[in-house]
């Protein structure tokens, strides 16, 4: 396809929301290395990123008709689709994991400190993802656009620039103005 990635990734969604099979491969040949990254920075198991990845992409398949670009990049739906899943597969794990454990977690959980995410921090990244979601959706859509492509993509001000076609001063601009915006808007969820 010759479209801007957003855009191409845009297409197979709608197509996707249409039932359209090939289209949901095409997502998956198009991003799923990158969704696979983000899930196993969550989960930090390989066999637990290839599940959730699964299930991301089950849900994808569901949850097409309801995607809406004004509100969210492709991508940035993806990642939180993906991070979702993610979570609620530790979430499932730990409760699994709970009642074979309680008698020793009661006896250690004062000696043993852990790195590993608990229910707690799950719960809590899951509320800021949600929290996230709305505030990026009251941004401007150029801000949205920009600030999203600066974090999600890791581009610089002035690939942004260059990529939007847009004056470097402007760049930096939107995207201080969006950040300021975003940690305002995230204050009212803390």
């Known amino acids: 396809?010759?479209?801007e990635p957003d855009a191409e990734l845009m297409d197979l969604?709608?197509?996707i929301a249409r039932r359209d099979e090939p289209a949901l491969k095409a997502l998956y040949d198009r991003t799923s290395s990158k969704l696979y990254g983000l899930s196993l920075r969550v989960v930090r198991k390989h066999e637990w990123a290839e599940d959730a990845l699964q299930?991301?992409?089950l849900q994808i398949w569901r949850n097409a008709p309801d995607y809406?670009?004004?509100l969210s990049p492709p991508m940035a739906w993806l990642g939180l689709i993906v991070r979702s899943r993610s979570l609620?597969?530790?979430r499932r794990r730990s409760a699994e994991r709970?009642?074979?454990t309680q008698e020793i977690d009661e006896v250690m959980a004062d000696t043993l400190a852990g790195d590993s995410p608990n229910p707690m921090d799950t719960s809590l990244a899951s509320q800021q993802a949600w929290a996230l979601h709305q505030c990026l959706g009251k941004l401007e859509n150029k801000q949205r656009e920009v600030v999203s492509l600066a974090y999600l993509r890791?581009?610089?001000?002035?690939e942004l620039?260059?990529?939007?076609?847009?004056p470097l001063g402007t760049v930096k601009t939107w995207i201080r103005r969006g950040l300021d915006q975003l940690r305002s808007c995230m204050a009212h969820f803390a």
């Not at 620039?161 to 847009?166: G, V």
Request: glycine content about 4%; overall charge negative.
């Open 1 to 3: 396809m010759s479209l």
């Open 13 to 15: 969604i709608d197509r």
């Open 55 to 57: 299930e991301t992409f």
């Open 68 to 70: 809406r670009a004004s």
């Open 88 to 90: 609620d597969l530790l």
């Open 98 to 100: 709970g009642h074979l």
């Open 154 to 158: 890791d581009l610089s001000h002035s």
């Open 161 to 166: 620039a260059e990529q939007l076609k847009l």
